[in-house]
């Protein structure tokens, strides 16, 4: 006989855990209770001391899916109290504010089986959801997590739905956002504001007939509004481009299930994993044949999510095993999320709209990624993953507000970081509304009262300037350092690195733009070892998606010719002679772009890094890894040595001229980049070297480049639960900030 108190520490409320406890007890024939606490849940157990052993040994592989289990701590040898059986305490509810967040979660296959039973009381109904599914973090209004407290609240439960919810048996105990179609949410299906509305099942019935006649139709999801299409037939998704005004971008696909995946994408073990995983995000997989279904991804990769919703596999069926599923927004604009403001903004792109009564009270993105060893590689952390907190070595309150762009902020409190979803573009009004709104969501729902924060060193970043608006001590920290510290927390790494840090742009400490870093330094600070040679941006921004700019500027310092080359070059010659508006960025973005107009693979960008994507492709779809590279050279300047690309420009354009593929040309560039990253690395004298910065989403370098530094004797890190592209830069903020608030103590 023994008595012992466990303290588990994690997610472990509101996923079925009590009841989870309440059966495992019985099996073990233990006595005692369950309670909440402010960090997770309370055990006493009463019982046989080889029995309490068993059922503690057992808790992390048996606990129900959604639960995370951060910790679990065992006081033994209490007094014997004698309980006569296991009670599950009412939680305090006002101590619950620390207590983890669960992101949203796919459909369960207990569910999914419910749903396709006919007779059963949710048959068919689709917003069927138990304790280990459904939505979380874009129902929740506030905390402590309770239906009133959701955009459930307007739903009070039915006799029968209550009853389940009060059954400890029941996989629905407890289970907030629990309902049927007696009591729950509606689906309806309209043309438009002014359409009569047709309901319930009837609804999907209409939108699942219009899609399949080729109609673009607007679908509610979880964290926001999609526009879905069929993607068999190339006109309607140009159609879908052109309403949209989203010219080439990649398109993401919902496929029924895994084997309709195959039929684009190759879908190795690993893949399938994180595609099939309860999170649900867009995997990048690689096309099953090269150049193919280009009107979906311009790219080698497709982006495929299976569905997460049961509307979504009610939607899909039989005769519809995929759609185009993309986020309804417009231009730059935040992902739709309200009726009114679909039926409003949409009006002119869908041609129907396949909506419901649950708001949306959270915007959340579908997440994207890759797969590199097994993991998710991110290019999105979002829904799915958001609110769940990253670990660090972290102890004060803290606010840390990312860069522009790819805008993500991070809160932090005690060990937890906590990086919001997606937001996107801070320089769109909405973007930015929104990222303020989710600042002051964040630090209600995790009661965080930042007393310090941390922002990017560029002036003009509306990040920036909302932190600036937070009247707490701000510390400004240089945008490619925060990469390097970002993928150090990533990794749990402290002490002295190398950051090999290659993205499109980031405010240097020198007051040009850079890009092309090799770090050498910790949270404490850095060095710049290496970088390349500058190039002047013609024109400024324009040089982003004007690549011609850059191409023309790379060759012109080159000594190559390039006034027959492209249509504006009297105009180039003349600014760039005269040095008017050509700013100079070491951006290794820039240094792709150019080297892809150079190489005639693309000579204007519809969105920023086309120029990088589209020549990796190039380089994939040649289908081999040419070994071929270019000489390397660097000279020094200040103390930091700078890769000089004229060379390698020249040797490009004499092979271009003996008629090398633009494929087999684009290889050899990125193998000689990343010869110039094994050498610049071994100056720094350091072992371990960190990847980040957006450029390292090529995935021609992601499965090359850390072999070649092993392979010299490096140890390599790179991103794993944040995002290699700005979207994790808060996360190395604020890790920076941190450190600077300790060592001042
Ligand atoms: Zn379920
Ligand atoms: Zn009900
Ligand atoms: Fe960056």
């Given at each position: ?645 004229r060379p390698i420009i020249k040797e490009m354009v004499n092979d271009r001229r003996r008629g090398k593929a633009a494929g087999a040309l684009a290889a050899v560039f990125m193998n000689t980049l990343m010869k110039m990253a094994v050498e610049e690395c071994t100056r720094t004298g350091n072992e371990r070297v960190v990847l980040s910065g957006g450029t390292f989403q090529n995935m021609y ?45």
């Amino acid at each position: 006989m023994e008595r012992v108190r466990i303290n588990i520490y994690g997610i472990v409320q509101g996923v079925g855990f009590r009841p989870f406890i309440h059966k495992a007890v019985i099996d073990h024939r233990l006595t005692g209770y369950i309670k909440n606490t402010s960090s997770g849940v309370e055990i006493e157990a009463e019982g046989d001391a080889s029995e309490i052993e068993k059922f503690i040994s057992t808790l992390p592989e048996k606990a129900p899916k959604l639960a995370v289990i951060e910790n679990i701590s065992v006081k033994h040898g209490l007094p014997i109290i004698g309980y006569k059986d296991f009670e599950i305490k009412s939680s305090r509810t006002d101590k619950m504010r620390n207590t983890l967040i669960s992101p949203d979660i796919c459909i369960c296959d207990d569910c999914l089986r419910e749903l396709n039973t006919p007779g059963n009381r949710r048959y068919k109904y689709p917003f069927i959801n138990c304790t280990n599914c459904g939505p979380r973090f874009t129902i929740i209004k506030d905390v402590p997590y309770d239906r009133v407290k959701t955009s459930m609240g307007a739903f009070p439960m039915c006799h029968d739905c209550e009853e389940e919810y009060h059954d400890i048996n029941n996989r629905r105990y407890h289970a907030q956002p629990d309902c049927c179609s007696v009591c729950g949410p509606e689906v309806f299906f309209a043309h438009g504001r002014d359409d009569e509305n047709i309901t319930g099942n009837a609804a999907i019935e209409q939108a699942r007939r219009e899609l399949k006649d080729g109609r673009i139709i607007a679908v509610k999801g979880l964290g926001g509004i999609h526009l879905a299409c069929r993607c068999d037939m190339p006109e309607i998704v140009s159609e879908l481009r052109l309403r949209k005004h989203r010219d080439e971008k990649p398109f993401a696909i919902m496929c029924r299930d895994t084997a309709a995946a195959e039929k684009l994408c190759e879908v190795s073990d690993e893949e399938k994993k994180i595609l099939e995983s309860f999170r649900r995000p867009i995997t990048l997989l690689r096309k099953k044949i090269p150049g193919t279904y280009m009107h979906l991804s311009e790219n080698e990769y497709i982006g495929i999510m299976l569905p997460y919703t049961p509307l979504h596999y009610l939607l899909l069926g039989d005769d519809i095993d995929m759609l185009v599923m993309t986020s309804a927004n417009i231009s730059d604009e935040p992902i739709i999320y309200s009726n009114d403001e679909a039926l409003e903004k949409l009006s002119d792109i869908a041609d129907g709209f396949l909506l419901h009564n649950r708001d949306i009270v959270t915007r959340c993105d579908d997440s994207l990624c890759w797969t590199l060893d097994g993991h998710e590689y991110f290019a999105r952390r979002s829904r799915g993953y958001v609110p769940f907190p990253v670990r660090a070595d972290t102890s004060d309150m803290l606010f840390a507000a990312g860069a522009e762009q790819k805008a993500s902020f991070c809160l932090s409190k005690e060990n937890y970081v906590f990086p919001s979803q997606h937001i996107g573009d801070l320089k769109n009004y909405e973007t930015l509304e929104n990222y303020e709104q989710q600042a002051e969501h964040f630090k209600r729902l995790f009661d965080i009262v930042p007393a310090a924060a941390a922002c990017d060193m560029h002036p003009d970043y509306l990040s920036t300037q909302y932190a600036e608006s937070l009247g707490v001590p701000l510390l400004k920290v240089q945008h490619h350092h925060a990469h390097m510290a970002a993928c150090m927390a990533d990794n749990d790494l402290e002490g002295k690195v190398t950051g090999l840090i290659w993205d499109g742009t980031g405010l240097g400490t020198d007051g040009t733009i850079w890009g092309s870093e090799c770090l050498s330094g910790g949270y404490g600070g850095f060095d710049r070892i290496a970088s390349i040679k500058p190039i002047p941006l013609i024109g400024g921004d324009r040089a982003v998606k004007e690549i011609d700019r850059v191409a023309f500027a790379l060759l012109s310092l080159s000594g190559e010719s390039a006034c027959s080359e492209f249509e504006s070059s009297a105009q180039y010659a003349e600014m760039l002679s005269r040095s008017i508006n050509c700013p100079l960025s070491s951006g290794m973005g820039r240094l792709f772009d150019g080297a892809a107009a150079i190489l005639g693979i693309k000579d204007r960008a519809s969105y920023e890094g086309q120029g990088a994507v589209l020549l990796e492709a190039a380089a994939e779809r040649g289908g081999c890894r040419p070994d071929g590279e270019y000489p390397i050279e660097f000279y020094e300047e200040g103390g930091t040595v700078f890769f000089d690309w004229r060379p390698i420009i020249k040797e490009m354009v004499n092979d271009r001229r003996r008629g090398k593929a633009a494929g087999a040309l684009a290889a050899v560039f990125m193998n000689t980049l990343m010869k110039m990253a094994v050498e610049e690395c071994t100056r720094t004298g350091n072992e371990r070297v960190v990847l980040s910065g957006g450029t390292f989403q090529n995935m021609y370098i992601m499965h090359t480049l850390p072999g070649m530094l092993e392979k010299a004797g490096f140890e390599v890190f790179r991103h794993r639960r944040v995002s290699c592209n700005d979207e994790g830069i808060s996360l190395g903020q604020l890790c920076v900030l941190q450190y600077h608030l300790r060592s001042q103590r």
